[in-house]
Nanobody, 114 residues
Framework: QVQLVESGGGLVQPGGSVRLSCAAS????????MGWYRQAPGQQRELVAT???????IYVDSVQGRFIISRDNARKTVYLQMNSLKAEDTAVYYC????????WGQGTQVTVSS
């Protein structure tokens, strides 16, 4: 099984940008579909973006045009570039292997506040 570690979160002002990283260990990373999810206080965990093994991407409407998901198979890392951040983007962000029984990372906090 793959293990995932997220990093890059922190405090950012509205309108700012942050890049999150999700580093994977184990084998077969290049064939996995991956996703970024987030969970705000008192809210359900929601899908933010997905990227397939072939590089196709999907975004939730609320982040379309602002966030970019990408992957570097050589480094076994998935990224989430977050631009034009809003207060409502504040959440713990998690990466996930999008398959049955897929692994979750531990999460990284992103706080958007002035």
């Amino acid at each position: 099984q793959v293990q995932l570690v997220e990093s890059g979160g922190g405090l950012v002002q509205p309108g700012g940008s942050v890049r999150l990283s999700c580093a994977a260990s184990g084998t077969s990373f290049s064939i996995y579909n991956m996703g970024w999810y987030r969970q705000a206080p008192g809210q359900q965990r929601e899908l933010v973006a997905t990227i397939t093994s072939a590089g196709s991407t999907i975004y939730v409407d609320s982040v379309q045009g602002r966030f970019i998901i990408s992957r570097d198979n050589a480094r076994k890392t998935v990224y989430l570039q977050m631009n034009s951040l809003k207060a409502e983007d504040t959440a713990v962000y998690y990466c996930h292997v999008n398959r049955l029984g897929g692994s979750w990372g531990q999460g990284t906090q992103v706080t958007v506040s002035s």
